[in-house]
């Protein structure tokens, strides 16, 4: 199966400056790597993704880079704000069973 | 579109007794749903998936005879603990494929807060 890895486990920016969370997977099979925002006591929420045939995926505030040589990808928010304040989680999934594989998740807490 | 609900959202119950968790795809047809258990300060872990019709594939480690799926149709699968106890404890997610969607997008669902006394 996938293995992900996720750092740091935990990450402090003062608000509106930008935060970077990094992932590596070992099964160069993996095509799909998503990215999940969950606040204390809710469901994962999907804030981008990106597949193998792409490098680079903007939207707005966020972006997700993909280096599949290296086997890693990266979430970069800039211009961070309080409410971005939460547990992210990166994932991947082999493109054979659609099965996703979580990293360890980052708390961030941006400080006002 | 794409919603998906859990019931019930939270449950106490007494060590040894079972507890039936509910997961429904409100507008869409889902022909394969995940159930995942989160524990306090941890990543989700992939219990087992769930295909209409056909019996649940569990991960290895998960107890198929504890940890019972029915997903009898393609709106509904259900996950039951079987004499639960306190080690039971925890937040269980589901998820759902969508028939006609992209099969690597899951839809979540609220999740289900377990604590067995």
């Known amino acids: 199966g996938e293995n992900v890895e996720q750092h740091p486990s935990t990450l402090s920016v003062q608000e509106g400056d930008s935060a970077v969370i990094k992932c590596t997977y070992s099964?160069?099979?993996?095509?799909?790597f998503p990215w999940y925002k969950q606040e204390l006591g809710k469901r994962p929420q999907l804030i981008i993704d990106?597949?193998?045939?792409?490098g680079e995926k903007k939207d707005q505030r966020i972006a997700v880079t993909l280096n599949k040589t290296a086997k890693h990808f990266s979430l970069h928010i800039t211009e961070t704000q309080p409410e971005d304040s939460a547990v992210y989680f990166c994932?991947?999934?082999?493109?054979?069973?659609?099965?996703?594989?979580f990293g360890a998740g980052t708390t961030v807490t941006v400080r006002a | 579109g794409a919603v998906v609900s859990q019931h019930p959202s939270w449950v106490i119950c007494k060590s040894g007794t079972s507890v039936k968790i509910e997961c429904r795809s409100l507008?869409?047809?889902?022909?394969?749903m995940f159930w995942y258990r989160q524990f306090p300060k941890q990543s989700l872990m992939l219990m087992a998936t769930?295909?209409?019709?056909?019996?649940?594939?569990?991960e290895q480690g998960v107890e198929k005879d504890k940890f019972l799926i029915n997903h009898a149709s393609l709106t509904l699968s259900t996950l039951t603990v079987t004499s639960a106890h306190p080690e039971d404890s925890s937040f269980y997610i589901c998820?759902?494929?969508?028939?006609?969607?992209?099969?690597?997008?899951?839809?979540f669902g609220p999740g289900t807060r377990l604590l067995v006394l």
């Open positions: 998820s759902a494929v969508g028939a006609g969607r992209p099969q690597e997008t899951q839809y």
């Open positions: 099964d160069s099979a993996s095509n799909y």
């Open positions: 994932a991947a999934i082999l493109s054979n069973d659609y099965k996703l594989s």
């Open positions: 990106i597949r193998s045939n792409v």
């Open positions: 769930s295909n209409e019709g056909s019996k649940a594939t569990y």
């Open positions: 507008d869409f047809q889902a022909t394969t």
